[in-house]
């Protein structure tokens, strides 16, 4: 019986031990875009041009933002996780109208970079958008929103902003 039970709790604590390198893996993954977390004002030239709040949900799983226009009547909000199947962020954003992205990326040399595929409901028919988010050294965070119709050779700038924690 003695020599059954040493494999078998051998066996277990090696399962346990490859199951808490997942766990931690993941967490440092899910953790890549908490630079983001906060309420903020947003500026594009110096000039105020909305508000957003940025926050942890479902556990720490989930990021939820809530975009609040400045001059126009318009909102948004997006949902956004790491997907630990397939290694990557996942975002979805829908504005007030309905219109839609379903984003995906990656983390890498400091930014956050997700890209839609042409199916997007944003924009004209087949483009991809690009939207790179870079945490600067004073803690505001820079936002660049591109798009493409002609799969990636030309790509055009939709917004580049910058977030500035609320005082």
């Given at each position: 019986?003695?020599?059954?039970?040493?494999?078998?709790?051998?066996?277990?604590?090696?399962?346990?031990?490859?199951?808490?390198?997942?766990?931690?893996?993941?967490?440092?993954?899910?953790?890549?875009?908490?630079?983001?977390?906060?309420?903020?004002?947003?500026?594009?030239?110096?000039?105020?041009?909305?508000?957003?709040?940025?926050?942890?949900?479902?556990?720490?799983?989930?990021?939820?933002?809530?975009?609040?226009?400045?001059?126009?009547?318009?909102?948004?909000?997006?949902?956004?996780?790491?997907?630990?199947?397939?290694?990557?962020?996942?975002?979805?954003w829908i504005d007030k109208n309905g219109s839609?992205?379903?984003?995906?990326?990656i983390f890498a040399d400091g930014k956050m970079?997700?890209?839609?595929?042409?199916?997007?409901?944003?924009?004209?028919e087949n483009s991809i958008h690009k939207i790179?988010?870079?945490?600067?050294?004073?803690?505001?965070?820079?936002?660049?929103?591109?798009?493409?119709?002609?799969?990636?050779?030309?790509?055009?700038?939709?917004?580049?902003?910058?977030?500035?924690?609320?005082?």
């Amino acid at each position: 019986m003695k020599r059954l039970l040493l494999p078998i709790f051998i066996l277990l604590y090696f399962v346990s031990f490859s199951q808490e390198a997942v766990k931690s893996e993941n967490t440092e993954s899910q953790r890549q875009f908490d630079f983001w977390l906060g309420d903020w004002e947003v500026y594009a030239n110096d000039e105020i041009v909305g508000k957003n709040t940025v926050q942890l949900l479902q556990n720490g799983n989930v990021l939820q933002e809530n975009w609040i226009s400045e001059k126009e009547n318009f909102t948004g909000t997006s949902f956004s996780f790491y997907n630990s199947k397939i290694k990557k962020w996942q975002q979805i954003w829908i504005d007030k109208n309905g219109s839609n992205l379903l984003l995906k990326g990656i983390f890498a040399d400091g930014k956050m970079i997700l890209v839609s595929d042409p199916d997007s409901n944003m924009g004209e028919e087949n483009s991809i958008h690009k939207i790179t988010w870079m945490q600067l050294p004073n803690g505001d965070v820079k936002q660049s929103w591109e798009s493409t119709i002609d799969k990636g050779k030309n790509w055009s700038i939709q917004f580049e902003g910058i977030y500035k924690k609320k005082k």
